[in-house]
């Protein structure tokens, strides 16, 4: 049999059973023709390349990671689950060191469900990546992650969940949110108190080629993981900022997406959006699985894939490189920034937003804040008014003083049900969960 130079675990999870609609770019059909030419290939017949089974997750770490509202049962489906599940069971094959390398291609998405979740928007219900994330801390007390987003669209999901947590790097490079959804994904969007510099976004112009992306990556993306030193690194392996994509406008093509996951070289990937079903995703999802299995990829490339046609203008060169320097001055800012807030005199940082679910149209309000401690991260409250709901979210973070702790649990014993429908605690120090409803 043939040997790929890395070993390789994939798991394949269509979701039959779940599509937003008939016709709609979320489908089933948007892994069916991957697997196709995963078969033609002849990637099956290398000994250490492994399909594993789909599998389904304990909902204990969905607790640990998102407040559903209602309830987790009311909102996510059997499919959303058996992805979540299948990006943990990849994750496991990879700790364990079953394989080196692992992908999931697996769907419905998830990068865009926030830490409160109500619901779908952007195609997204429940976070895979941050879920994986919860249980490698809780089951192999791996502490520092990086998360390199490299979906078409800003990983606001994910930002939510991490964004005062200074063990997980997030950088996401994206196309310009003033050009497309969510319109979030800012350079000044840099994290929390606790957590300046370790958020991360590249808001990229429109029609940015392989050119753009690879200078990102070498001159920010790997510079700041070779700083940073984590223990893993997880790409949310979107393939939506491919050429042909009907949803947006970039000029990423299936050798640039194999020269990306090369250098970047990511422990696991786990698939996000990508819906040129028949143009892109075959060749896309065939690169990164080439590339991560350190199998030439130089042949594979799109009927209609034509390197001059798809270059970027000197104009986009020129703001990419600037991007870069701006956003790599954050990163090498973050200690003072950080200092500088924790010297104002304030108990707590405090931002609202306003959230709008695409999919299903309606609107969340939030007001946040955050303790500003100067003994752990600090204990997150969060207000939410949707659909007639008012939630009080407590967060007490990994890393949590005494003092934060308890200054949590009192809340969620003292704070009147009456004036919520749901007051929630995530205690992430303990690993448990409480629940209170009106």
């Not at 943990?88 to 364990?96: E, G």
């Not at 969940?161 to 994206?174: E, P, R």
């Not at 870069?324 to 940082?349: A, F, G, L, P, T």
Request: glycine share 6%.
């Amino acid at each position: 049999m043939l040997k790929a130079k890395n070993s390789l675990g994939l798991i394949l999870f269509p979701a039959f059973d779940w599509r937003i609609s008939p016709t709609h770019p979320e489908r089933e059909e948007r892994l069916l023709y991957t697997i196709d030419q995963i078969e033609e290939e002849g990637l099956f017949d290398y000994e250490n390349i492994k399909i594993y089974n789909p599998e389904m997750i304990d909902s204990k770490y969905i607790e640990m990671t998102h407040f559903c509202i209602p309830t987790i049962s009311s909102i996510v489906t059997v499919s959303h689950k058996i992805a979540a599940g299948s990006a943990i069971t990849i994750a496991k094959k990879v700790l364990s060191k079953e394989v080196e390398k692992g992908f999931a291609l697996i769907r419905p998405p998830g990068h865009h469900a926030h830490r409160i979740t109500y619901g779908d928007r952007g195609f997204c219900i429940i976070n895979n990546e941050a879920i994986m994330v919860e249980y490698l801390r809780k089951e192999y007390k791996i502490k520092k992650i990086a998360i390199i987003d490299t979906d078409c669209h800003h990983g606001d999901g994910t930002q939510d969940i991490f964004w005062n947590d200074k063990d997980v790097l997030f950088i996401s490079l994206h196309q310009d949110g003033t050009t497309l959804y969510p319109g979030t994904g800012f350079t000044d969007e840099m994290g929390g108190p606790s957590a300046i510099g370790y958020t991360l976004n590249l808001p990229l112009p429109p029609y940015t080629s392989d050119d753009g992306f690879l200078y990102c990556l070498d001159n920010l993306i790997i510079p700041v993981l070779e700083e940073f030193k984590p223990d893993i690194i997880i790409n949310s392996a979107g393939q939506d900022n491919h050429y042909s994509d009907p949803l947006t406008n970039m000029n990423f093509s299936a050798q640039g997406y194999a020269k990306l996951t090369e250098k970047l070289s990511p422990n696991i990937s786990v698939l996000e959006g990508g819906y040129s079903i028949e143009s892109a995703l075959p060749y896309v999802n065939l690169g990164i699985i080439f590339a991560l299995a350190g199998i030439d990829y130089s042949n594979i490339k799109e009927p209609d894939y034509n390197p001059e046609r798809l270059k970027q203008s000197q104009r986009t060169t020129d703001y990419i490189k600037r991007l870069c320097e701006h956003v790599y001055s954050i990163w090498k800012s973050k200690e003072e920034r950080e200092y500088k807030i924790k010297m104002e005199k304030q108990d707590y940082y405090v931002r609202k937003k306003s959230i709008y679910y695409d999919t299903m149209g309606f609107r969340e309000n939030q007001l946040e804040r955050i303790k500003i401690c100067k003994k752990c991260s600090g204990l997150i409250l969060i207000d939410s008014l949707c659909l007639g709901y008012r939630v009080l979210a407590i967060i007490i973070p990994h890393d949590a003083c005494n003092d934060c702790e308890n200054e949590g649990h009192k809340l969620f014993e003292n704070t009147e049900v009456g004036d919520y429908s749901h007051i929630l605690l995530q205690d992430k120090k303990s690993f448990e969960f409480f629940r209170r409803t009106s």
